[in-house]
């Protein structure tokens, strides 16, 4: 299910990648879904203070449509996430692959629902065996850009 304002088309690069111009084969919400969902690991892509990139795999669960990455608060990229929060989160696969750019919003006690951190640590648990606790980062999607067959069915979401 995506989301309201939701746009599905094509990415936008060089004629010469062969991404097909019309939208046949475009892959349906449901793949990005089922993908991010089996996932164990993901990789986090943030900024260092003094501008350079920081990636790193972390664990996280795919929840109501939404990635959410448990960090302590005093990992580096946790950190990074406190004075810049814009991310992109991925798959480890480099074929069936999902691609999220957006904001990290934090999810602690103090600003979240306890049902929701209620809901969030017992989908932690049941995927890692461990209850994470808090903060977690929902990462709020501006693009997701997916595919599993590139070029035919290259898809780009775009949030707004």
């Not at 996280?60 to 580096?76: A, F, M, P, S």
Request: glycine share 10%.
């Amino acid at each position: 299910m995506t989301r309201e304002g939701t746009r599905r088309t094509r990415p936008e690069t060089e004629a010469s990648y062969g991404i097909p111009s019309d939208g046949e084969g475009l892959l349906p919400w449901q793949f990005v879904a089922e993908a991010m969902e089996g996932d164990r690991n993901y990789w986090v892509s943030t900024t260092l203070p003094d501008g350079r990139p920081h990636a790193r795999p972390v664990w996280g669960i795919w929840l109501d449509g939404t990635v959410h990455c448990g960090g302590g608060e005093r990992t580096r990229w946790a950190r990074n996430l406190a004075s810049s929060p814009e991310l992109a989160v991925h798959r480890e696969s480099g074929e069936a692959v999902v691609i999220i750019e957006g904001t990290a919003e934090r999810i602690d006690e103090k600003s979240a629902d306890p049902e929701l951190i209620e809901r969030l640590d017992a989908a932690y648990e049941a995927k890692y065996g461990i209850r994470h606790g808090t903060p977690f980062w929902a990462v709020r999607p501006r693009k997701i850009l997916a595919w599993n067959d590139y070029p035919t069915d290259a898809t780009r979401w775009t949030f707004g």
